[in-house]
Structures are given as C-alpha cells and as structure tokens.
C-alpha cells in the first residue's frame, strides 16, 4: 500500500471518528465539558490539547470538517508520509492551542477547523517550495492569499460561518492560530528534507 493512500486512510479515521462522537455523546450526556479547549484549566488538564479538536457542536459541525479534512489530506497526501502527516497535525493542534491561549479568545471551543486550516496552509507551501517559488506558479500564492484574508475576513466580523455562530464571533482567531500552526509544521517539514538531502552519501566500495 502506498504512502499516499495510508495517509488518506489516517485522515479518513479521524474524520469518523470526529463524525461518530457527537452521536456518542448524545447517548451519554455532553462530554464536551471534559473535552473541549477550556483556558482556566488547559494546561492542568493537557489531554484538552487534542482532544478539543476532534469534538464538535453537533453532527452538522462534525460532518463539515470531517469532509473538509479528508479533501484537504487527499488533494494534498503526495507530500506527507503517515509519519510527517500525523507530524504536522501534532504541531498544528499544540500550536493551535497555544496560540489562543496567548491571544486570549475565545475562552473555550471544540472543532477540526483550526486543523484544517493549518493543514492547508502546511500543504499550499510544500506544493509551492517543490516548484522553487517560481513566479509562474501563481495558483499556490493565489490559495495562500485568499486564505489568510477570509481568516482576516473572518477576525474583523466580514465573513460569518452560519456553523460556528453559535459558538461565538471568534472563530476567526482560532483560525489564524491554525495558520501559525501550518507555518510552523511546514518549517519542520522543510528542515527535515533539507537535513536528509544533505547527508553524505556513504562512499562506493571499490571491488
């Protein structure tokens, strides 16, 4: 099985879980409480970290990001292998976290986006550096660009999401933090092809 497809498959598995939890949580009560990104207590309680990005609203919530998640892993899965991709979700979920926990808003929220956003912004880099930033590759600075402002779009209250309205106006922090996350998943991502390209190779034994 291919690199590609196993990181399509892992993508696959966290969005149904995503998808299966809310009607879990319909079952047992709201776990959300246990598990969502809490400020006054995330840094007692760290397992909010991750898990506050793969509990939802509700199942509409859910449904969206799962798919969302999916599309972005499988339009993007040549550059990963299961290692860097889980790699790069890892980074840009702590980022994420720690990013809103700076800002300081919101004080509480669940959901992928924040995910996505970063893994977007990750992948557009990766597909735009393996073309050496050539000025004829618009279509990847194009995506970037159009990305960052509707996160901005989003900050300054342009662009509404009839989804997380009723979480609240500050998604779009949440957002911009998974942008910082993406940034940073795409430096370590490049460090660590540049240090593997840059070994010596062992010399040829002469037979």
């Known amino acids: 099985m291919s690199e590609r497809i196993q990181v399509i498959i892992a993508s696959a598995i966290i969005a149904v879980i995503a998808i299966w939890l809310p009607f879990y949580q319909a079952e047992t009560g709201s776990l959300l409480d246990q598990y969502d990104y809490y400020a006054n207590v995330i840094w007692q309680e760290p397992w909010r970290i991750f898990t506050a990005h793969i509990f939802h609203l509700d199942a509409t919530h859910a449904v969206t990001n799962a798919i969302a998640l999916v599309l972005v892993?499988?339009?993007?899965?040549?550059?990963?292998?299961?290692?860097?991709?889980?790699?790069?979700?890892?980074v840009i979920t702590v980022i994420c976290i720690v990013v809103v926990w700076l800002i300081g808003t919101p004080e509480r929220f669940v959901g992928l986006s924040a995910l996505i956003h970063g893994?977007?912004?990750?992948?557009?880099?990766?597909?735009?550096?393996?073309?050496?930033?050539?000025?004829?590759?618009?279509?990847?600075?194009?995506?970037?660009?159009?990305?960052?402002?509707?996160?901005l779009l989003e900050i300054i209250g342009v662009m509404h999401s009839a989804i997380l309205l009723s979480a609240g106006a500050d998604y779009g922090y949440i957002h911009l933090a998974g942008l910082v996350g993406g940034v940073i998943a795409w430096r370590l991502h490049r460090k660590r092809l540049a240090s593997i390209t840059s070994k010596p190779r062992p010399p040829a034994n002469n037979e």
Request: charged share 10%; aromatic share 16%; no cysteine.
């Open 119 to 151: 893994l977007l912004l990750t992948s557009l880099l990766l597909e735009w550096s393996q073309q050496n930033y050539a000025r004829t590759d618009w279509l990847s600075p194009l995506a970037i660009g159009l990305l960052v402002l509707k996160v």
């Open 73 to 90: 892993t499988l339009f993007f899965a040549h550059h990963f292998s299961v290692r860097t991709w889980f790699n790069a979700v890892i």
